[in-house]
């Protein structure tokens, strides 16, 4: 997502803190905003005026301000990119979140999105790849920083191989074992996050009560390998894998 | 107080909401279908309290969203016919889903009353609801039963009554998320300015359907500025709260019986494995569940046609003696003929099968009340669906192989229009048993070292036509979504007695009723067909010329047999006529027995010359005309115009088939056991035809029972006629594939 016009850092950090007092009180006034940022009531005006001019506020002295459709996108790209830096800041070099808020805000402006991109890919990828994750990222600022062996990386690589066969497959989301329902095996447990499908099947499905955060317990698969059926809110629902794939479930 | 008040009944299925309509209202149902649809509609007028009651018993549903045409057709009930109260029946044990259905009908703001049914199962499962503190948190009179025991059920009527003379409705009012409430009150007041014809809706109800994305409310309100306001609210609602509107309203439903349930419902002991899971356990078993499917479906079988054979033989008794009575009490030829031949013999042909119909209308009703109709849905789901059709559409497609008529009837359980319309095309590709005595004439003669397994292709010949039948029509005429298979597999119940009497019993009636009039109509057609044009006079007494002597003869014969004190031995007098004849001298006896066998002779050549006038008939017929003009289109299929008459009378019932062909040759009542009609066939026809002939008999369009059947499950004249011109069709090109390939190669 780029802008259609290049805005300076300043009107940036604007725009952004709008959006946010927008999105905790509806209405903005000059003053607000010159209070969270620590500035002039005269500098608010002579950016607001700028703002206005751009095309991405809606401006007129004495009234409440607002965001136009432009000025909302361009501040929720701004909150974006910030988010995304921190993240990498936090998870990747484990820096600590006050120090990461503060960094991204200076590191936010002037960066191409290709390379806020880049970083937030590694940062996703440091997470899921088996060989990677938390623990490889801090790892690297603890032990490997002290002593560098054989032994100590052999130990490190055989303890993910065993993690690999554990978990089939580990996704973002803080840890917990995402998969589909219809890769659920009988006797396992696990809990709706997320409904994929559209429709007649969607109606079908959360009028039955599977809605998120429902409990489902796989019983069995019919003689020829499908349907499957499952006990949800204490009665017997069977399920086609394939409609069984549009919801996404954590195991229990 | 109001008078004539109408309740309706809504629920899950599997709800116990049909037990306990049955209890309400006994066996004075009034059942017909919605115009238009396929979905029955079943309505009751009883006195309660010296008042007039309407109970409508709705469709079982889920919910209320439009994407079924049962929902659809419940939800039109209640907003257009304004019922003075909607009575919620509720599964107990099963009350968070159920609820879902309960919370949708608070919305629409009408007069309700919740019945907790099924208590009992609830106990059993540990569950404890505290009924005040629910009822007094929807605003709803609730009250507990167990249906399938009659506990409670009265005081329904007398709560409904109350809650239908109550002015106010203090429901809680669900309210959505704050994004999602802005744009329900800003397209409601949209709705108050622009929109006509709304009076029996709910503003806010509407609105809130608009924003579900309702078909059908869609079409209420097309108003463009709407549609706008809706556009704006779905992108809107997916930014804040990264779900579809739809989602986060279901959601928000959930959220809101969750908050009611946990306040006052406890469960006590948490049931994992209850009875129903180890029975599942064995009958949906990897291994053992097949086999176990198809060992019932065979004792099922078994046991109709060997419950039903005694009560079968009766009524050909019954129906045997009233023709014998007709026979002498009508003088008029033609009236006699009219009511002997087509009235009881048509209809007879037809009420005869009834006892084995009953039975199997018993066993499904066993079968399905007891839940393992459910199980045999899941475990064929997986073939049915690579046809295209849904795992409930196996039943009708077993039932069958017995007869079209119940099998019919049992597509009811499918959901989904479509589906239904499908399974009721393909449905008589299965061999039924009224088509077996044809292959039971024609295998022995033609087939006879071969006959198991000559049949077995026969057989399997319809299953392949009706698979590839199905997968065509599927893509072509009727396209369409299938039915998702999301299906609930209700826990194993005992049937009642007088659930499952009362299914077979509608049933039954059913098929009497609507079957019977048109087969008597049909019957009487047919008989018209194979009597007119009479054959005149002068040619009868051509043929008759010596049927005069030979009566004279045997008068004469037999005379002389008194004189000699000879009496001819038949079934009845076997000891009498041995103990009389030993009194006679050796001489005496030789001359009588020789005046026996010329009297028997005689009866033989008057035997045959009525035949050949029964058979000269036929031809000068109607019947016969059609088949002699018919007969260059059925030589490519190797018929020829006897066959053809033979078929058309197999139109009232397959088995009649059988009977014409033995007119047809000249061997007057003939029976598929009969040797003589084989001969008949092996000496005008080849093996080939033979089997083309079963083919033909096959696959061509089912009886006029279940053509009857058809118009009415179907609800319309128009896919009757399809599949019955359709039928033959497939069995022309079929027969025609299969008869002149065979000619290559003999």
């Avoid at chain 2, 889920?62 to 039109?76: F, I, K």
């Avoid at chain 2, 026979?327 to 003929?337: A, Q």
């Avoid at chain 2, 000496?683 to 279940?706: D, K, Q, R, W």
Wanted: proline share 4%; net charge negative.
């Amino acid at each position: 997502m780029y802008l259609s016009e290049e805005l300076t850092s300043s009107l940036e950090d604007y725009l952004e803190t709008i959006y946010l007092i927008i999105s905790e009180k509806e209405a903005v006034r000059p003053k607000d905003i010159a209070k969270r940022m620590n500035v002039s009531n005269a500098s608010v005006t002579g950016a607001l005026k700028t703002l206005a001019n751009k095309g991405m506020i809606n401006y007129a002295p004495y009234d409440v301000i607002t965001l136009t459709n432009e000025g909302r996108m361009a501040a929720m790209d701004v909150l974006r990119r910030h988010e995304l830096l921190k993240d990498f800041l936090v998870k990747v070099l484990g820096i600590s979140v006050e120090e990461a808020d503060k960094a991204a805000c200076a590191m936010e402006h002037g960066i191409s999105v290709e390379i806020i991109d880049k970083l937030a890919r590694f940062a996703e990828f440091i997470e899921i790849c088996p060989r990677g994750g938390e623990d490889w990222a801090n790892g690297k600022i603890s032990h490997c920083d002290k002593t560098v062996s054989l032994e100590v990386c052999q130990e490190c690589i055989s303890s993910v191989s065993d993690k690999v066969h554990k978990n089939h497959c580990k996704q973002l989301q803080g840890g917990r074992i995402v998969k589909k329902l219809n890769d659920v095996r009988p006797g396992e447990r696990c809990k709706v996050v997320k409904i994929t499908s559209k429709g007649n099947l969607f109606k079908r499905i959360t009028e039955m009560g599977l809605t998120t955060g429902t409990v489902i317990e796989v019983e069995r698969v019919a003689p020829l390998g499908d349907p499957v059926e499952m006990k949800v809110k204490g009665y017997h629902l069977s399920l086609r894998k394939d409609e069984a794939s549009k919801i996404e479930v954590e195991m229990i | 107080m109001k008078e004539n008040l109408t309740i309706a009944l809504a629920g899950n299925p599997n709800s116990g909401k049909t037990t306990i309509y049955n209890a309400l209202t006994g066996a004075r149902q009034h059942i017909g279908n919605y115009p238009g649809v396929t979905v029955e509609k079943k309505e009751s007028i009883i006195t309660y309290n010296n008042q007039q009651l309407k109970i409508i018993d709705l469709p079982g549903t889920y919910s209320l969203t439009a994407y079924s045409v049962e929902e659809v057709v419940a939800r039109n009930v209640i907003i257009n016919e304004k019922p003075d109260v909607v009575v919620d029946i509720i599964d107990s044990s099963n009350l968070e889903r159920n609820l879902y259905l309960a919370v949708q009908l608070m919305e629409l703001r009408i007069p309700l009353v919740f019945v907790f049914n099924m208590k009992d199962m609830a106990q059993e499962m540990g569950i404890k609801i505290d009924i005040k503190s629910l009822s007094n948190l929807f605003g709803v009179p609730i009250i507990e039963t167990v249906g399938s025991k009659g506990d409670g059920i009265k005081n329904i009527l007398d709560e409904a009554l109350k809650a239908a003379n109550m002015p106010d409705i203090k429901y809680p009012v669900i309210t959505y998320d704050k994004v999602i409430e802005k744009y329900v009150n800003s397209v409601e007041e949209l709705i108050k300015q622009h929109s006509t014809n709304i009076e029996n809706y709910n503003t806010r109800w509407l609105a809130v359907k608009l924003l579900e994305g309702d078909k059908d409310v869609m079409q209420v309100i097309p108003s463009p500025i709407i549609q706008e306001e809706i556009k704006r609210a779905n992108v809107d609602i997916n930014e804040m709260l990264g779900d579809s509107p739809e989602t986060a309203i279901a959601s928000a439903r959930y959220g809101f019986i969750s908050g009611a349930c946990q306040e006052c419902v406890t469960t006590t002991v948490e049931a994992r494995h209850n009875m129903s899971d180890a029975i599942d356990s064995v009958l949906v078993n990897r291994v053992l569940g097949i086999p176990i499917f198809l060992g019932l479906m065979y004792l099922v079988f078994h046991l109709t046609f060997t419950l039903g054979d005694p009560f079968m033989g009766f009524i050909e008794q019954f129906f045997g003696f009233l023709g014998e009575k007709a026979n002498v009490l009508i003088t008029h030829d033609l009236l006699r003929s009219l009511i002997v031949d087509g009235i009881i013999g048509g209809v007879g042909g037809v009420i005869v099968f009834l006892p084995n119909i009953i039975f199997l209308f018993i066993a499904i009703a066993i079968l399905e009340a007891s839940g393992y109709m459910a199980r045999v849905a899941f475990i064929m789901d997986k073939v049915m669906h690579k046809i295209g059709l849904h795992g409930k559409s196996f039943i009708p497609f077993l039932i069958g192989f017995g007869c079209s008529v119940p099998a019919i009837m049992a597509t009811r359980t499918l959901d989904n229009q479509r589906d239904r319309i499908l399974t009721m095309l393909v449905t008589p590709f299965m061999s039924c048993g009224a088509r077996l005595p044809i292959y039971l004439l024609i295998i022995p003669a033609f087939f006879d070292k071969n006959q198991a397994l000559v049949l077995w292709v026969v057989y399997l010949i319809g299953i392949v036509i009706a698979i590839v039948i199905a997968k065509i029509l599927g893509m072509t005429v009727l396209k369409g979504e299938s039915a998702p298979f999301v299906m609930e597999l209700p826990p194993y119940r005992i049937p009642t007695l007088k659930g499952v009497l009362m299914q077979m019993w509608e049933r039954s009636w059913l098929y009497l009723k609507k079957a019977g009039t048109i087969i008597l109509f049909v019957s009487i057609v047919m008989w018209a067909l194979t009597v007119f044009p009479l054959f005149p006079e002068n040619k009868v007494a051509e043929y008759e010329k010596g049927l005069s002597e030979l009566e004279q003869i045997i008068e004469e014969k037999t005379a002389e047999l008194v004189k000699i004190g000879y009496v001819v031995m038949t079934d009845e007098n076997m000891q009498e006529a041995e103990s009389i004849n030993s009194k006679l001298s050796d001489r005496e006896l030789a001359k009588a027995e020789k005046i026996a066998v010329e009297i028997e002779e005689a009866n033989m050549q008057i035997d045959e010359i009525n035949n050949k006038v029964a058979e000269a008939e036929l031809e000068y017929s109607a019947a016969g005309r059609i088949g002699k003009f018919i007969e260059p289109v059925l030589a490519p299929i190797g018929f020829d115009w006897k066959i053809g008459t033979a078929l058309i009378g197999a139109f009232a019932a397959k088995e009649v088939f059988v009977a014409q062909m033995g007119i047809v040759y000249s061997l007057g009542e003939a029976g598929e056991d009969s040797e003589a009609l084989r001969d008949k066939l092996r000496e005008n026809y080849s093996p080939l035809v033979g089997f083309a002939i079963m083919v033909f008999a096959l696959l061509s369009a089912p009886c006029m029972a279940t053509f009857a059947i058809v118009k009415r499950e179907s609800n319309s004249w128009k896919w009757a006629f399809f599949q019955f011109f359709g039928m033959t069709a497939v069995a022309y090109i079929v027969t025609f594939i299969i008869y002149q390939t065979g000619r290559l190669f003999m």
